[in-house]
């Protein structure tokens, strides 16, 4: 689908209510996730996600969220700690 999508988006799969069914890792068109040793499914290459949304939509369990990646994630993080670092020196 949105192949323009690509690496812009964040896969987050929440354990505690994953119970590791497989869905999502069996259709996930990019291969993005895997099922752990402990049968919980994983964000392997985050970066291929097309977005296309089937694992959250397909999720029995609402385990997995997939949002379009903060363009200043990066950036506002290391904002955050340098103002705290500054806090701090006080
Ligand atoms: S579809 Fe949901 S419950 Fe099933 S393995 Fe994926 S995240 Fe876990
Ligand atoms: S939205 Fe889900 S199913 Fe679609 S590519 Fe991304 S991780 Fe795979």
Partial sequence: MAKKDKGKSSVTVFPAWCKG???CVE?????VLE???EGKSTVVR????IRCGFCELHCPDFAIVVKEKEPGAAKKAAADKDAKTAKGAK
């Fill in 35 to 37: 099922l752990s040793d």
């Fill in 21 to 23: 069914c497989g869905i």
């Fill in 27 to 31: 259709f996930c068109p990019s291969n």
């Fill in 46 to 49: 985050e970066d291929d996600c």
